[in-house]
């Protein structure tokens, strides 16, 4: 089999589009590989096939993470969003596969694409035909969000309650353009609401406003992107829970603006960071229909909302926890935020919640889960579980740790109602954004030469293959809002001559 697919295949050099015209399917596995060594790992539950393994099980999921076979021929992800029950990813060069669910049109297949179950990566036709390629995706349950590098935003998908943004446009089985959406930095995707972040810096949700959600102050129902008043133009990250919107707010350093990358879309630099929640993380809280500040004794940068609960990453590198069914070693509810057991003196990189548990990305290069395990959420080969953070167990062969993995190596998400992760991990090597580029961090590296290297990373990213009119939309806008090239290369060019200084 693998014989027949050299000889067929089409050449290196030919385009995805020739390569595609060739095909009959429109599946990863279709494409010859650009990127030697990126390696895609799924565990959890696979009901809907969202492993994206080819495999479908309703009863039980992987217990360790397995290798998406399909990314090591089309191997250049460099974003991933799990939902509920779907997964997507984006690559380098701006194309998106959506995988799992597609039971309401989230795969934006089209009308005429009738299977409601895809066990591997299929190629989202609809975006090849665009002015601009995708840099981020975001998945829900019934519908998928799309961020173009020009900062228009698509979306398709079932969009009961307004969650696609749409207007009038209840459902679409196909990418569809937001009309009234602002430019966007960032997006999120919950079970029945949506958010963007614009490139003014300021929040906009829409959807379902069951609980007060949306952070308006009222329960109503939104079917286009509408400005979060309260938050002003301070806002930094979002992240969506099944009935909240959490977000940071926070003045920003120079190095802030990485914030626009999502593939590495962590690590900015946020001074004085403080927390807003509209609606509920857990549901025995009381509800808020307004953005309300929630208490903290440390500024943080980043937040990760589950079904339940909300794990926060603070300026210091610790991860924080509050809400039911986190991790705690306690089954009541805790109403502050609380720091995870076994992770307070570990310097905590990234984190991510999912369903009943908790992900964390640490300095030396593991990655921890804990929580529920009853579908093999944690990755740790058994579905036991766990209050106490282990370590996931990433390998091609046995249960060793993959080599090399370290932060600037990996991503993964967790999707806030299901049960799903994935995890990007590089084996050996970095993706070439730059050959004569060597970004690998030394070890005596400050907090600061970390944010200035990975901003360094982003924009070379970015700005890699931009048409002229994708350039031209970038520096669109005024104010606050406005985004030069030049002072983009610009911090580029300093932030590499003060990591030469250091290395």
């Not at 084996?427 to 954004?433: E, I, L, Q, S, T």
Request: some cysteine.
């Amino acid at each position: 089999m693998e014989t027949q697919y050299e000889t067929t295949a089409p050449s290196p050099v030919m385009s995805d589009l020739e390569a595609e015209d060739r095909e009959e399917e429109y599946y990863a596995e279709e494409y010859e590989p650009t990127v030697k060594n990126w390696e895609m790992f799924t565990w959890g539950k696979n009901d809907f096939g969202q492993l994206g393994t080819k495999k479908v099980s309703a009863t039980t999921g992987g217990h360790l993470p397995e290798l998406i076979p399909f990314f090591q021929k089309h191997n250049t992800i460099i974003q991933v969003s799990a939902g509920v029950s779907h997964m997507a990813g984006v690559t380098k060069n701006g194309d998106v596969f959506v995988w799992g669910n597609d039971t309401s049109n989230q795969a934006g297949q089209g009308p005429e694409f009738k299977p409601t179950v895809i066990s591997k990566p299929m190629l989202v036709r609809g975006l090849r035909t665009l002015d601009s390629k995708a840099l981020m995706i975001a998945c829900g349950e019934t519908h998928t969000l799309c961020m173009l590098r020009n900062g228009l935003v698509y979306a398709w998908g079932k969009g009961a309650d307004g969650r696609l943004g749409l207007g009038g446009v209840s459902d679409a089985a196909e990418p569809t353009k937001l009309e009234d959406a602002p430019r966007a930095w960032f997006i999120a995707a919950g079970i029945e609401h949506s958010a963007i972040l614009g490139r003014d810096q300021c929040l906009y949700t829409f959807g379902s406003g069951e609980g007060g959600r949306l952070g308006h102050g009222t329960h109503e129902n939104k079917s286009k992107p509408c400005l979060v008043e309260s938050l002003g133009k301070h806002v930094m990250q979002v992240d969506l829970g099944p009935m909240c919107t959490a977000a940071v707010t926070g003045m920003h350093c120079s190095f802030s603006f990485v914030v626009l990358f999502p593939c590495k879309h962590t690590l900015f630099v946020v001074e004085n960071g403080q927390l807003f929640i509209a609606g509920q993380v857990s549901p025995h809280e009381a509800s808020a229909a307004d953005m309300t500040e929630f208490p903290l004794e440390k500024p943080i940068k980043k937040v990760s909302v589950g079904h339940t609960h909300a794990l926060l990453l603070t300026t210091e590198d610790q991860v924080l926890a509050f809400g039911s069914g986190l991790g705690l070693a306690a089954e009541e509810d805790c109403t502050r935020a609380t720091a995870i057991r076994g992770l307070e003196s570990r310097r905590v990189l990234d984190i991510f919640a999912g369903n009943g548990y908790g992900v964390a990305v640490i300095d030396d290069g593991f990655m921890y889960c804990w929580g529920e395990n009853s579908c093999g959420e944690l990755g740790n080969g058994s579905y036991v579980d766990t209050v106490q953070p282990e370590h996931v167990r990433v390998g091609k062969v046995g249960h060793d740790a993959l080599d090399g993995l370290s932060y600037y190596d990996t991503l993964c998400c967790a999707g806030a109602g299901g049960s799903t992760t994935a995890c990007l991990a590089l084996a050996g090597k970095r993706p070439d954004y730059e050959e004569e580029m060597d970004l690998a961090p030394p070890t005596s590296m400050t907090s600061e030469d970390h944010a200035r290297a990975k901003m360094l990373e982003s924009i070379t990213v970015q700005m890699e293959g931009l048409t002229e009119q994708e350039k031209k939309a970038l520096t669109e806008g005024s104010g606050t809002s406005k985004i030069a090239l030049t002072e983009m290369q610009a911090e580029a060019t300093a932030a590499g001559e003060h990591l030469a200084d250091q290395s």
